[in-house]
């Protein structure tokens, strides 16, 4: 599962997707302008439009970071060996774990905001959608690697739960599950 290369190109491009990134999850998707952003990092009006000519520019770009944080994240530069059920549990539940942490809570809010508009933007919805299909393969993957009988579906399994886990632990004070409950749960899934 080798990850593909950045979706971003320069630093100050980076930069402002990133900080994209924290104002969507601060002010939502209607709180998410060049001016806002600008002011936000600090810099002179009209950097962001310079570099993001439109809002759905702006928004793509915000999720191309998502994209590469979380992608980067997951560690499979180089895939690890995985040859039964726990192990697979272990690569997968770390990147739902690593996706629980605290410290990832604003990209998490982020997701779901951008989840959101991609709905009604197709240009969006196009970049949503080869993210999860990267998601779905280490998922079915990692089921294959387990053993299962019918991969495909064991995976697609995988992300429902995760998808489930994830806007649960977003929406409100959803279940605190720790790495090794994740992991447990996976487990299961996969046998």
């Not at 059920?85 to 996706?99: I, T, Y």
Request: charged share 25%; hydrophobic share 45%.
């Amino acid at each position: 599962m080798p990850r593909s290369a950045s979706l971003l190109g320069s630093d100050r491009r980076r930069l402002l997707a990133e900080g994209a990134v924290d104002l969507l999850a601060e002010e939502g998707a209607h709180g998410l302008t060049h001016r806002r952003l600008d002011r936000k990092l600090g810099l002179p009006e009209g950097s962001t439009s310079n570099v993001f000519s439109s809002r759905d520019e702006l928004l793509a770009g915000a999720l191309a970071a998502l994209v590469d944080i979380d992608l980067g994240a997951m560690g499979l530069d180089a895939p690890p060996e995985v040859r039964t059920p726990r192990q697979a549990a272990v690569v997968f539940g770390d990147v739902v774990s690593g996706w629980l942490a605290p410290a990832a809570r604003t990209r998490l809010v982020a997701r779901y905001e951008l989840l959101l508009e991609s709905s009604r933007r197709p240009a969006l919805q196009e970049v949503f959608l080869a993210y999860r299909v990267q998601f779905a393969s280490l998922a079915e993957w990692l089921a294959e690697a387990a053993g299962c009988d019918d991969p495909g579906r064991r995976g697609a399994e995988l992300v429902a739960w995760a998808d489930g886990v994830l806007l649960d632990h977003v929406a409100g004070p959803g279940s605190e599950l720790d790495r090794d409950a994740i992991v447990d749960a996976v487990r299961r899934l996969l046998t």
